[in-house]
């Protein structure tokens, strides 16, 4: 059977896997969240811009190690997935469906206590671009994400 | 192995060291990827019960010899410790 990742990354052992899809995840909301903070501080511009690029960067390097290393296990894609390649992708779906809830739920709770106490919102693209990114890059790559999180220290070769 | 599943005890590894086998030549008899072999071996994946037969067929054994709920004793305590105990009987 064809070996299913010939990914650099495939030898991450699992803690460090864990820390590249924690910085994945929450490097963008805090970026986005950063900005506005820096902005309302009234820092420079430049050091706004070093600071957020960075983090984007971070950002973007661990969501593209985390989905390359998982990407052909789940769009099977030029790999065979044996049966517990694909019970494992079961879970990933399931514990990204999970994540894809918690997320969604705290949201809308912050943003329905943010509006029931006298504050108002406008939608337009400063509000919205952060929120369209995050739904393209993230719900995606959220399956691979979460199978890089499950899956165990493979075994040493014998 | 997810959460709440029981372990599955097994003797992949004795018998395919027995035999001479690498993980990979083993998972391509099995027609599985070789780290699942070490992934059954190690206890973190317990096979289905195609597979568990497949691997059986394939050591001309019956499965309860292989696979089992609690831990595994030597294989030759099994059969000469039973062969022992019925000749002092």
Redesign the interface.
């Known amino acids: ?1 064809t ?2 990742c010939a990914s650099p990354f495939e030898r991450l052992r699992r803690p460090r896997r864990r820390l590249v899809v924690v910085v994945g995840l929450v490097g963008y909301p805090l970026s986005v969240v950063l900005l506005r903070l820096f902005k309302a501080a009234g820092l420079s511009r430049w050091l706004i811009l070093g600071i957020f690029l960075a983090a984007m960067a971070l950002t973007v390097a661990a969501v593209c190690v985390g989905y390359g290393w998982a990407r052909g296990r789940i769009d099977g894609r030029g790999v065979r997935l ?4 694909r019970a494992l992708r079961e ?1 990933a779906y399931v514990r990204a469906q999970r994540v894809l809830e918690l997320i969604l739920v705290a949201a809308v709770v912050a943003l329905g206590l943010y509006l029931t106490t006298g504050h108002t919102m406008r939608l337009n693209a400063n509000t919205f671009l952060p929120v369209l990114m995050w739904v393209v890059v993230y719900i995606p790559a959220l399956p691979a994400l979460m199978l890089a999180w499950i899956e ?1 220290n ?5 | 192995m997810p959460n709440g599943e029981r372990r599955v005890y097994n003797r992949l590894e004795v018998l395919r060291v027995e035999r001479g086998l690498s993980r990979r030549q083993l998972a391509d008899q099995l027609d599985i990827n070789h780290q699942t072999v070490g992934y059954i071996e190690r206890g973190d994946y317990n096979p289905s019960l195609d597979l568990a037969l497949r691997i059986a067929e394939l050591f001309l054994l019956p499965i309860e010899a292989i696979f089992g709920r609690s831990p595994m004793q030597p294989l030759s305590s099994a059969i000469f410790g039973d062969q022992r105990r019925q000749s002092v009987q």
Not at chain 1, 82 to 85: G, Q, V
Not at chain 1, 154 to 158: K, S, V
Request: glycine share 0%; proline share 21%.
């Open positions: 059977m070996n299913r044996d049966e517990r390649d879970q165990p493979p075994p040493a070769d014998a």
